[in-house]
C-alpha cells in the first residue's frame, strides 16, 4: 500500500484491519488442513511403528526411505518447587532451558532497572495495535 493511497489515520487503519482479517482467514485455512494432513501422517506413524514391533525392527529399509523406531523422551516436573530446590543444591543450572521468561524480567526491567544481568539485551520500541471499531 503506497502512501498515496492510504492519507488518513482512518485510512490506515481500514486498510491494516483488512490484511490482518485476511491473514486471519489464510492461516486459519491453512491450520484447518495442516491438522488433517497431521492426522494422516500420525495415522500412518502408528502403523509403521507396528510394522517395526511386528518385525522387530528398529528400522526398515525400503525403496522409498527408511522407516526407523527410536525411543523418545520428556521430562516435567510435577513439583516446580521441589524441582528448583533439586537444581539449586545439584549446582545443576543446565537442566533449565536457555530462554528468559519475558513477562517475569519485565516485570523485572521495571522494578530494577538499574541492576540487570551482566549482558542482558533489552530491545524496547513502539509499536501499533489497532483495535476494529465497535458496530
Known amino acids: 500500500m503506497s502512501e498515496e493511497t492510504c492519507t488518513t489515520a482512518g485510512q490506515l487503519a ?3 484491519i483488512k490484511i490482518r482479517t485476511q491473514r486471519a482467514e489464510l492461516k486459519a485455512a491453512y491450520e484447518a488442513e495442516d491438522a488433517g494432513l ?3 501422517l ?3 506413524e502408528i502403523e509403521m511403528l507396528e510394522k517395526c514391533k511386528a ?3 528398529d528400522s526398515i529399509k525400503t525403496p522409498y526411505g527408511t ?11 510435577a513439583d516446580w518447587d521441589a524441582f528448583k530446590d533439586f537444581v539449586k543444591k545439584n549446582d545443576a543450572l ?5 530462554r528468559v ?8 526491567y521495571e522494578e530494577h532497572a538499574d541492576n540487570l544481568p551482566a549482558g542482558m539485551n533489552v530491545d524496547r520500541r513502539y509499536a501499533c495495535t489497532v483495535r476494529k471499531a465497535a458496530k
Open 14 to 16: 481500514s486498510v491494516y
Open 38 to 40: 497431521q492426522e494422516q
Open 42 to 44: 500420525d495415522a500412518l
Open 55 to 57: 518385525e522387530d525392527a
Open 67 to 77: 522407516i526407523m523406531r527410536s525411543v523418545k523422551q520428556r521430562y516435567w516436573p
Open 94 to 98: 543446565d537442566l533449565f532451558e536457555k
Open 101 to 108: 521468561h519475558q513477562t517475569n524480567m519485565s516485570t523485572w
